[in-house]
Antibody
Framework: EVQLVESGGGLIQPGGSLRLSCAASGFTVSSNYMSWVRQAPGKGLEWVSV???????YYADSVKGRFTISRDNSKNTLYLQMNSLRAEDTAVYYCARDMGGNWFDPWGQGTLVTVSS | QSALTQPASVSGSPGQSITISCTGT?????????VSWYQQHPGKAPKLMIY???NRPSGVSNRFSGSKSGNTASLTISGLQAEDEADYYC??????????FGGGTKLTVL
C-alpha cells in the first residue's frame, strides 16, 4: 500500500526551528517528485516546496531562504527543515507525492505546526 | 501569484448535480491541461478526485467529472450524496513550473 506518514510538528516560539519528517512506504521517495503543502487553520491549501527525483529543489516565495526540503534515500523519508519560523507559518503541513506539479497523490495525514510565544 | 478563484460555497440536494468552478489565467489553468481537484473532509487530508482536467484515479466514483474551457476549469458531481459534503480544492500547474491552488469551495448537501 502506498502511504505517507508525517511527524515532527509541535508548538514552537517565533524565530525557532523545527524539522518535519515524512516516511514513505509502497514507493521510492528518490524516484519521485515530492512536495510539502500546508494549510493554515480554517484556510486553503498552499504549496510550500518540491524536491525533484534528480535532487533539484524549489520553494514558495513565502518560505524561500527559511525552509529547506531534503530526503534520506536510505530511510525513504522526506524532510522539511523550517528555520526563522513566524506566526504565519502556523499550519498543518502535508507531504505528498508530486506528479510533476500536475497533481498530488497520495497525501500524508498531516502534522500541525504552531508558532506562538 | 494569486490563488485560483473558486466560489466559497455551493449546495445541492441529494440526487442533484452541482458544478464548482475554478478560474485562473492563461499562465495556469488556461495554459495547461494540468488541472486537478481534491476533496477534503474536516480534519482529514485532501484526496485526489480528478487529474489532468478530466481523468479519474482508480477508485473514484464516476459521479465526479472534470472539464475546462479557456481559463476556467469545472468539477461536476452528479447524483449528489451526503458523503460528498466536504471542501473541494482545484490546483493547476503554472508557467513558473510550480503548482497553485484555489481558495476552496465548501459543498453542503441539503
Amino acid at each position: 500500500e502506498v502511504q505517507l506518514v508525517e511527524s515532527g510538528g509541535g508548538l514552537i516560539q517565533p524565530g525557532g526551528s523545527l524539522r518535519l519528517s515524512c516516511a514513505a512506504s509502497g514507493f521510492t521517495v528518490s524516484s519521485n517528485y515530492m512536495s510539502w503543502v500546508r494549510q493554515a487553520p480554517g484556510k486553503g491549501l498552499e504549496w510550500v516546496s518540491v524536491i525533484y527525483s534528480g535532487g533539484s529543489t524549489y520553494y514558495a516565495d513565502s518560505v524561500k531562504g527559511r525552509f529547506t526540503i531534503s530526503r534520506d534515500n536510505s530511510k525513504n523519508t522526506l524532510y522539511l527543515q523550517m528555520n526563522s519560523l513566524r506566526a504565519e507559518d502556523t499550519a498543518v503541513y502535508y507531504c505528498a507525492r508530486d506528479m510533476g506539479g500536475n497533481w498530488f497523490d497520495p497525501w500524508g495525514q498531516g502534522t500541525l505546526v504552531t508558532v506562538s510565544s | 501569484q494569486s490563488a485560483l478563484t473558486q466560489p466559497a460555497s455551493v449546495s445541492g440536494s441529494p440526487g442533484q448535480s452541482i458544478t464548482i468552478s475554478c478560474t485562473g489565467t492563461s499562465s495556469d489553468v488556461g495554459g495547461y491541461n494540468y488541472v486537478s481537484w481534491y476533496q477534503q473532509h474536516p480534519g482529514k487530508a485532501p484526496k485526489l478526485m480528478i487529474y489532468d482536467v478530466s481523468n479519474r484515479p482508480s477508485g473514484v466514483s464516476n459521479r465526479f467529472s472534470g472539464s475546462k474551457s479557456g481559463n476556467t476549469a469545472s468539477l461536476t458531481i452528479s447524483g449528489l450524496q451526503a458523503e460528498d459534503e466536504a471542501d473541494y480544492y482545484c490546483s493547476s500547474y503554472t508557467s513558473s513550473s510550480t503548482p497553485i491552488f484555489g481558495g476552496g469551495t465548501k459543498l453542503t448537501v441539503l
